[in-house]
């Protein structure tokens, strides 16, 4: 300990534990339940090691509150049943998950409470359903003594020394809290703290380390730590909690804690240092409860943790003692759920699917579920690694995913019992399944890809249902059924067939009266004037979306000019890097391509074309600089940045292709390889010079 602490260099070791706990109480609130750190991570670190020093050193100082043992290390044997002094109580669930479902529970409150249609709205508190496990915190004279699971309610279990590890659970309370205080609310894992889990088990289990497994879901990886047996197993599966009710409390000298909502209730917990979800709102009447289902619901993917629902609970305690309980649930309180993400399903076959620019994404067919407001009967895979990694096979019962918009997903296997037989594990096809051209898996690449290209009939298909899209060159009226039938039927297999096609041709087809292949022909040819950028856009040339064909469009103004575009001159447009620019020069390198284009310019595709941008090229750029030796003014640090600001390369070594080796004070053999090989050598007043110059003539340029 150190004066600079601004402590007494010699106070005593029982006063410092307890000055350095109160410290560290504060910080981990400021941090884990605020979001608003007032010192950095390194010194809470700091305050924390010396801590922990002191009560290594006298054991005695050592308390159940101190932050120290956040880190856990206490093994037990069996977790101990715990009988609650209030019971902690379920909650009526209402599974209508429209609108309704909270007309229904207000209609419920008003009845019971004897309201008419004319009396006013009743107050209600909206919550999140958290999707964790309920938990009753016992704080006396304001330290967290015990910490215990729902169990059937009335009973649960001592879970105290691993809910100490969780970072958002107080251990000590402020002065003035209530003598004896329970806290319920629930214990939960953030979704990233989920996945970052779930990372580190699969390296352990690379690794080969025994017994160990993923976690299917925050939820369940919540509920094994609660219930670890070794706390420090517990501290390493990183637990979040938020409070949102009470249990035995008992009134202070002072009177006890002074409210009479739930609101208030919440509040205070809030100042006491609880987390409470910044969600919770003051909802009056039916209507509001409906908006904050719905506004809740198109939050829910977007939220860091998992819901399941919302929940009303009457506002006004004193209603709450009226409208009292039914069984074991209150009759003021309602959880409103959503639409469940996941839901369990067979898997029927695994399919190979080819994407436009030859991906094979192996898909999961399976028995129709109704998950995430939709029936699902394909599920992603994503590639061969994922398919293996969750050792998905025919037959097998899955648990699929649809958050929000995304494509549905197979997130794990219920693994049958063991000596079931089960179907072959999942191998990608050496081939591709549409074209039967060889399937390739490039180094480093995740996917595979077939090599067919455009003699690839699905590649073919996808190619022009991209060109015909809306956002690129428009053909109305050609969707993937009739895309189908061209293809199939041999009728189309370059994008400029498309424009070859006849009425006779096209009236032939399946299901294609005249007046739609009339629509049709009308609309391939309204497509045939378009723009540039849609016709970029439209080549579907990989990495090159609906932005940088806008960019490579404004940059150069003209086909051609991208046509014949060299790599560093594509590299010079906006956003576009090395893979991009190789792509584009890879897919312009190939006469068929250029074929692609030239016949569908014959066939009447036109855009307006203008002007390059004008080059904003910097005054040095092309240059290149070498720097050697003591400089009088600037430092070499500084040198570099305006010759780099100005557009000049600064080389580490001097080359041929150095153009200029600026020499300071006992520069060495840098500068005499300058004079060997004819570089111009200029002092530090000459970089200075070009720079102006340099700058001037932008200058002047730009007048
Ligand atoms: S209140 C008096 N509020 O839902 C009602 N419960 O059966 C006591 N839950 O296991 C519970 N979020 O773990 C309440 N905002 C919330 C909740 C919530 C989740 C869980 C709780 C309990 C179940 C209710």
């Given amino acids: 300990m150190t004066a600079q602490d601004g402590l007494p260099l010699f106070s005593a070791p029982v006063d410092r534990a307890a000055e350095l706990r109160a410290l560290l109480h504060h910080h981990a609130h400021r941090y884990y339940t605020l979001d608003d750190p007032e010192i950095p991570d390194a010194e809470y670190d700091r305050l924390f090691r010396e801590l922990q020093t002191l009560e290594a050193q006298h054991p005695e100082l050592l308390t159940p509150d101190s932050p120290t043992q956040r880190v856990g290390g206490r093994v037990l044997d069996t977790l101990e049943p715990v009988r609650h002094r209030v019971p902690m109580l379920s909650i009526n669930t209402e599974t209508d998950t429209e609108p309704s479902g909270a007309l229904k529970f207000d209609t419920r409150v008003r009845r019971a409470l004897g309201l008419s249609d004319t009396d006013a709205p009743v107050e209600y508190v909206a919550e999140l359903k958290f999707d964790g496990l309920a938990m009753s915190l016992r704080y006396e004279d304001g330290v967290l003594v015990l910490a215990a699971t729902r169990g059937d309610g009335e009973v649960g279990e001592d879970v105290t020394h691993n809910l100490r590890t969780v970072k958002s659970v107080p251990l000590r309370l402020p002065a003035g809290v209530p003598p004896v205080l329970e806290v319920r609310g629930e214990v939960y894992m953030r979704r990233d703290d989920f996945e970052a889990l779930n990372e580190r088990q699969r390296a352990r289990i690379a690794a080969g380390a025994k017994g160990e497994k993923t976690f299917v879901n925050p939820r369940n990886a919540a509920a094994g730590a609660v219930r670890q047996h070794d706390s420090a197993i517990a501290a390493q599966r990183p637990l979040s909690f938020f409070a949102y009710g009470l249990g035995e409390v008992t009134p202070s000298a002072q009177g006890g804690p002074q409210f009479t909502t739930h609101f208030d209730m919440l509040m205070q917990l809030k100042a006491w240092g609880f987390p409470v979800a910044e969600q919770t709102a003051l909802a009056v009447g039916a209507d509001a409860l ?86 699902v009967t394909n599920a992603t895979l994503h590639n061969e690694d994922e398919a293996r990694r969750k050792d998905v096979r025919v037959g097998d019962t899955v648990v699929v995913r649809r958050a929000g918009d995304v494509i549905p997903e197979v997130v794990s296997v219920v693994l049958p019992q063991q000596g079931t037989e089960r179907g072959p594990m999942f191998i990608m096809p050496a081939s591709c399944p549409v074209c039967g051209s060889a399937a390739v898996r490039e180094d480093g690449e995740a996917d595979h890809r077939c090599t067919g290209g455009l003699f690839c009939g699905a590649q073919r298909k996808q190619a022009i249902l991209h060109f015909a899209q809306r956002r690129a060159v428009e053909v109305e009226g050609l ?7 061209l293809v199939d039927g041999g009728l189309v297999k370059t994008l400029p067939d498309l424009y070859r096609l006849g009425f006779a041709a096209l009236s032939q087809l399946d299901r294609m009266a005249d007046k739609s292949a009339q629509n049709l022909m009308a609309a391939l040819e309204r497509s045939k004037q378009t723009t540039l950028p849609r016709f970029l856009f439209g080549l579907g040339i990989r990495h090159v979306g609906e932005a940088t064909a806008k960019d490579l469009a404004r940059h150069f103004g003209s086909l051609d000019r991208i046509m014949d575009a060299a790599q560093d001159q594509l590299l010079a447009v906006n956003d576009v890097g090395p893979v991009v620019a190789q ?39 092309g240059r290149t600089f070498v720097l050697t030796g003591t400089f009088p003014t600037l430092s070499r640090d500084q040198a570099k940045e305006r010759l780099e600001a100005a557009g000049a390369k600064v080389a580490g070594s001097v080359s041929k292709k150095t153009d200029y080796v600026v020499a300071g004070a006992d520069a060495g053999s840098k500068l005499e390889k300058a004079q060997a090989l004819g570089v111009t050598v200029i002092d530090e007043a000459g970089m200075l010079g070009l720079l102006a110059d340099g700058l001037s003539a932008t200058g002047a340029a730009s007048t």
């Fill in 290 to 375: 409906v908006a904050f289902h719905q506004r809740i619901g198109q939050a829910r993917d977007q939220l860091p943790f998992d819901i399941d629902g919302v929940v009303y609970k009457v506002n006004s305690l004193a209603l709450q003692k009226t409208l009292g309980f039914v069984t074991r649930e209150p009759r003021w309180a309602v959880a409103h759920k959503y639409p469940a993400q996941e839901q369990m399903t067979q898997v029927l076959a695994i399919d190979v699917q080819v994407g436009r620019t030859g991906k094979l994404t192996p898909v999961a067919k399976l028995a129709p579920v109704f998950v995430g407001g939709v029936t």
């Fill in 479 to 485: 969707g993937d059924k009739l895309v189908e039938q």
């Fill in 583 to 621: 792509s584009i020069r890879t897919f312009f390198d190939q006469p068929h391509n250029r074929e692609v284009v030239e016949q569908l310019r014959a066939c009447g595709l036109h855009w307006e074309e203008g002007a390059p941008a004008p080059v904003t090229s910097l005054p040095l750029a």
